[in-house]
């Protein structure tokens, strides 16, 4: 099957909660931390940490998805249309099954009980913040009346708009799971080279795949089994890990402030040879990510860990140079956009881990994650 999608940003907990959204659903995909050298022939879907498409485009995706945020739309629309040349370019934040509505451009976190005129009043304008960013781009939009008037209204539409030979965009709102369903129908439709916005974009095209018939009718999944070791490496701050740390050791965590890179090697091995998890942080001064990514390659080179958990955004960033993996697949549901991750290629294929910008707020995080499961 060819490859349905390729979404690309700079938000890693957004693109693992795409990762997951996808693989959810039965759609083969793999999130890549730095650009793809190889593909599975069966992939269907495939991330990359990045804001440009530029290392996406030889893999002849049909749809590529600008990940962003509406306050970097602009910077993701330029760097991506210069790269992709089209106009008429779908933008898409609303998803209602999350609690994200688009009414009238307007971006809101709730639907208003009065009239719908009275929604209007916008908690962000998606146009507005676009305008701000950049003047490049005619704006136009598919608001809640042509959605609710029908199909054929919307393509008269997009017929209108794209007669306009100057780079454009198109807003589209959404209210409703119907609204949600049927720009998904449009998008796979007319497969536009790109789309930009938020994961509702994957939620419309998951709607869509699913009227078509091409997502699986069911999804096995197998569950990960409990590990009795984990090796936790943390770039974050000390302080915003101390919740962990103080539950860590109580439960008998080998927990080690890295501050040389010889010592940190020597003694974690030790712990993990014996049987003890080890939890890995940055001290103060702190160390640079090379340190401690470098340290765990060398940890993993003669202790076999199965299970891994990283914290730290520059640090999960710069995991795919040291650990030479091709790509990360999905396995299991932990916390929303921390999924219990394996990677795929590379000396370490196979060892499951979880990514996370920040450490999260659950002291006993670790409990879910050694146990494989949801807490």
């Not at 003890?276 to 001290?283: D, K, P, Q």
């Not at 999960?316 to 999924?339: I, K, N």
């Not at 290629?345 to 196979?350: C, D, M, N, Q, V």
């Not at 979880?354 to 494989?372: H, K, M």
Request: negative net charge; glycine residues 6%.
């Amino acid at each position: 099957m060819s490859l349905r999608l390729a979404f690309y940003g700079e938000s890693l907990p957004e693109l693992l909660e795409i990762l997951e959204q996808l693989a959810c659903a039965g759609v083969k995909t793999q999130l890549c931390l730095a650009p793809p050298t190889s593909l599975p022939a069966d992939l269907e879907a495939i991330g990359l940490l990045g804001a440009q498409p530029t290392a996406l485009l030889p893999l002849r995706a049909t749809i590529h998805h600008a990940l962003t945020a509406p306050q970097a739309l602009g910077a993701a629309l330029e760097g991506s249309v210069d790269c992709l040349g089209m106009s008429a370019i779908p933008v898409v934040f609303g998803a209602p099954e999350r609690g994200r509505y688009v009414a009238f451009r307007g971006l809101h976190t709730q639907l208003y009980p009065e009239a719908l005129w009275a929604i209007a009043r916008q908690e962000t304008d998606l146009a507005v913040a676009l305008h701000q960013q950049t003047e490049r781009f005619s704006l136009y939009d598919i608001n809640c009346l042509y959605l609710d008037a029908g199909r054929e209204a919307v393509r008269t539409r997009l017929r209108e708009i794209q007669a306009d030979p100057d780079p454009s965009v198109v807003f589209f709102d959404s209210l409703s799971t119907a609204h949600t369903a049927l720009i998904g129908e449009l998008l796979w439709e007319r497969k536009p080279p790109l789309v930009a916005g938020s994961a509702a974009v994957e939620s419309a095209l998951l709607a869509a795949w699913k009227t078509a018939r091409l997502l699986p009718e069911t999804v096995t999944r197998s569950k990960p089994e409990p590990v009795e070791q984990l090796f936790v490496v943390s770039g974050a701050p000390s302080e915003q890990l101390a919740p962990q740390l103080a539950w860590a050791r109580t439960q008998g965590f080998f927990c080690h402030t890295f501050r040389e890179a010889e010592r940190a090697h020597k003694v974690i091995t030790g712990a993990l040879s014996v049987g003890h998890s080890v939890v890995l942080y940055a001290g103060n001064p702190a160390p640079t990510e090379t340190e401690l990514t470098q340290t765990l390659s060398t940890v993993l080179k003669t202790q076999k860990v199965k299970r891994l958990v990283i914290y730290g955004e520059s640090l999960c960033r710069s995991l795919a140079a040291t650990l030479a993996f091709d790509a990360l697949e999905w396995v299991a549901p932990l916390l929303p956009s921390a999924p219990l991750c394996r990677l795929v290629g590379g000396p370490f294929a196979g060892t499951e881990l979880v990514l996370c910008a920040t450490p999260p707020e659950q002291a006993d995080f670790l409990a879910s994650v050694r146990a494989g499961k949801q807490g």
